[in-house]
Structures are given as C-alpha cells and as structure tokens.
C-alpha cells in the first residue's frame, strides 16, 4: 500500500501546486490489469492497484481545466520483471518486454497528449 497507493499520493501533492503554478503537467500512474486486482494471493498488490486507478479518474477531475492531465498506463498482462523469480517455470520470451511501454508514456507525457486526461492506456496495444 506504501508504495503503491501511498508513494504516488505523497507524490502527486508535492509537485500539483508546482504544476498548477505552470499551467501545464503530466500525471501518469501505471497500474495493473482488472483481472489482477481482484485475484486471488494478490493482496495488497491488486486491491493497492485497484486504489491507485480509482485515485487517477479522482485526481483527473480534480484537474481538469487546469492543463494538467492525469492517466493511468498498464502494460496489457504478466511483464518480464523481477516480480517473476529467476528460477521462475516460464518462458521470459512469452512474457511483455517493459519497453513496451515506451512509446505510450512518451506521448502521454507531451504537449500532445494536451487535453487527455482520466483516461486508461493499454501499453501493448499501443498503435
């Protein structure tokens, strides 16, 4: 929950007002597929998650007029990190590369993304 749910709250109310003071930011918070959040032994990871997205549409509203933008960004399934063990029975080959979100945060993270806000961006269906 610290670093989930708590991190990007203390976060997010540090820099606002610096933000707001400009006229223009990004808030992008990466959370984690549905199916995830409510899955068995997840818990705290899934139901932090489940926070953490509720907290984005939240604080996009709060936002909103003000050219600050607020999304969140999933990678679309299991990502070939260290959440897996390295002795972990799977194929790492089979799994989402994290550059996959790359192109996704760069644009959201832009003067194009400008006026996009509260929304939820898949990384591995990004066109």
Known sequence: MDLNLRGPFLLARALTPHLLTHGWGRIVNV???????????????????????????????????????????????????????????????????????????CWLMSNASDGVTGMRYVAREWM
Request: glycine share 6%; aromatic share 10%.
């Open 31 to 105: 959370t984690t597929s549905f199916d995830t959040m409510y899955r068995a032994a997840y818990t705290p990871y899934g139901p932090s998650k489940a926070a953490l997205e509720a907290s984005t549409a939240s604080w996009a509203k709060d936002l909103e007029g003000s050219g600050v933008t607020c999304n969140a960004l999933i990678p679309g399934g299991a990502v070939n990190t260290a959440f897996f063990a390295a002795d972990a029975p799977l194929d790492r080959s089979s799994l989402i590369q994290p550059d996959v979100m790359v192109p996704p945060i």
